[in-house]
């Protein structure tokens, strides 16, 4: 069950990545809350959609290989991370409502927190160094 949800979580954010890089400007129209943000940066939605892609390249690697993929899903699992501090900080500092943080949650928080998790338990699975 861990590998199922491990592979679709990383298909999720490679999909997420692509449409990034590829339709930035649809991306940008389409997801929810995103356009309340202020006017949309072509290049920087795509340097951003860099960073999905690779996220989600790397937790299908720890899909595949966890023993061996789990440092660059790890690597991966904390941009989601500091991502998902930066909503945090915006809310605390008036930036962000809490209506828009719950919306955010499962798009933002959830695969941040998932991806350390499932990181963490392939690092469990690696040979150990003597």
Request: glycine share 10%; with cysteine; net charge positive.
């Amino acid at each position: 069950m861990r590998r199922i949800l491990t592979m679709a979580l990383g298909v999720a954010l490679g999909a997420n990545g692509t449409w990034m890089v590829s339709a930035p400007i649809n991306w940008y129209r389409w997801v929810p809350g995103v356009a309340a943000t202020g006017p949309a940066n072509m290049h920087f939605i795509r340097d951003i959609g860099c960073a999905y892609l690779v996220a989600g390249l790397s937790v299908i690697w720890l899909g595949r290989a966890p023993s061996r993929a789990w440092p660059a899903a790890l690597a991966s699992g904390t941009f989601l991370g500091l991502h998902a501090l930066v909503h945090l900080y915006d809310f605390f500092t008036g930036h962000e409502s809490a209506q828009n943080l719950t919306r955010d949650f499962p798009a933002i928080f959830l695969p941040a927190i998932l991806v350390i998790w499932l990181a963490w338990h392939g690092r469990r699975e690696a040979p150990t160094e003597r």
